[in-house]
């Protein structure tokens, strides 16, 4: 099917961020087939009149969660959470069919909000890659590996088991891309971030891992006189393959050995800000050129799983912690939430730009709300201005999955009346825990 986007202001994303002001761009299934400026003559089977709202590519979640939507609004404000309730909650309470429609509701909250392509760490995810595929969302997927009983295993590590079975199962998938995921530095030993790693060159995928976050994981390695990053490089898994997530406590030494090595960053400023946890030196590390993507994190941990978000206080943060005002420029922003993202994944041939050949993921934000007028800076309207509710199309892999700012072939209201069904379980051991959340 070709469907032609019409008075667009179509922001490419390209290399010299080239613009086009009164803009047309047409896919053909799956790829951009062409982009231009002013009126296009060719055949299609849909016209989408932009109305001059701003197109550009579609939004790309380096790092979440997304099936951890019941536990929104839940203990935010408690110390040591992950800990105190987290790890016994879901461990206690978290099942496949739960799993199956958070991950749903997740993907409809990104969907709705232009993000095309996102990362997940979370069990039971080849529930979440059945999600993926009902909903027509790319999801790069990882089973969570960590050195203690969860609720989809009794052995620690039991995640491998089904990290291989996805490996095998969708090589080459439309909506699925495996990756591993190790936990993190501390929860998870040498010998099996040794072998995530050789399992993700064997794939020639991802290792993501939540990495230079915690207060306790920098004195843990301070008394061995490493830090994570050295740890992960001294064990030869800090490579091209590796996404590391957070990364906020990174010394310039950190920095200039995971530039060399290749490795990338997802930055989730949402959830380490909200968990006082500090600012990720990203200055430094665009500076060495590492590739760093953004990332909402979980719905527990940054509570939206929207980008509207994150470039706001990404902006917001640095410039405050740097005290710079004109460092990152809204059209970079704009970059780390779209082609940075695909950089970060090794992505950045398929999507994360408007170009012809490329996949036909794109967001189209509506600059007719009240919030987006006027508009002189596009970037800036994006970056400062916009929110969710400002989305009206989204396209991913050349469909249309979001039309008028609703979704498409989803009735969200018996999607919440069957996640709220299955949550009463959930609910009923949370109570338990009344006291912290």
């Known amino acids: 099917m070709r469907i032609l986007f019409e008075h667009a202001h179509i922001l490419t994303m390209d290399d010299a961020y080239t613009e086009i002001r009164d803009g047309w761009l047409l896919t053909d299934g799956g790829r951009i087939a062409a982009l231009g400026a002013g009126s296009c ?34 203990g935010d404000d408690c110390a040591d959470r992950l800990r105190r309730f987290l790890f016994p909650l879901e461990n206690e309470a978290m099942t496949r069919d739960l799993v199956y429609l958070g991950a749903k509701h997740g993907i409809a909250e990104m969907l709705l909000a232009g993000v095309t392509t996102f990362v997940d760490m979370y069990y039971f995810e080849d529930e979440v890659a059945r999600a993926c ?15 203690q009983p969860t609720c989809d295993s009794e052995a620690p590590y039991g995640g491998f088991a089904l990290a291989e079975e996805m490996l095998e199962r969708y090589r080459d998938d439309e909506y699925v891309h495996p990756i591993l995921a190790p936990h993190a530095t501390t929860t998870c030993d040498e010998a099996s971030l040794r072998r995530a790693h050789e399992l993700a060159v064997r794939y020639d995928t991802l290792m993501t891992l939540h990495a230079s976050e915690m207060d306790y994981e920098m004195t843990y390695f301070a008394e061995r006189g490493q830090t994570p990053t050295g740890f992960l490089n001294d064990i030869g898994v800090l490579d091209r393959h590796l996404l590391a997530v957070h990364c906020i406590h990174m010394t310039q030494a950190d920095v200039e050995m995971m530039a060399a090595r290749g490795a990338s960053v997802a930055h989730c400023i949402a959830s380490n800000t909200k968990a006082g946890k500090g600012v990720a030196p990203v200055r430094a590390m665009r500076d060495a050129g ?31 912690e740097e005290r710079d005002r004109g460092l990152f420029p809204a059209k970079e922003i704009v970059a780390l939430a779209t082609r940075g993202g695909a950089r970060s994944l090794g992505g950045e041939g398929e999507f994360g730009r408007l170009m012809p050949g490329m996949r036909a993921d794109m ?34 892999g050349g469909e249309i999955r979001v039309r008028k700012g609703k979704m498409t072939g989803v009735d969200l209201p018996a999607l919440r009346a069957a996640l709220t069904a299955q949550m009463q379980p959930f609910l009923a051991a949370a109570s338990r825990y009344a006291d912290i959340i």
């Open 363 to 396: 967001v189209l934000v509506s600059v007719e709300g009240v919030n987006m007028f006027p508009v002189y800076n596009p970037y800036s309207a994006l970056v400062y201005s916009a929110n969710a509710s400002n989305v009206d199309t989204v396209m991913a």
């Open 290 to 320: 590492i590739a760093v993507g953004l990332g909402t994190d979980g719905p527990s941990s940054g509570n939206t799983l929207n980008m509207f978000d994150q470039m706001r206080l990404f902006a917001n943060f640095h410039k405050t």
């Open 41 to 74: 003559l060719e055949e299609c089977d849909e016209r989408i009149d932009a109305r001059g709202g701003i197109l550009l590519p579609g939004f790309v979640n380096t790092h979440c969660h997304a099936s951890m939507v019941p536990f929104r609004t839940m």
């Open 133 to 147: 595929r009902e909903m027509g969302m790319r999801g790069y997927l990882g089973e969570t590996i960590i050195g």
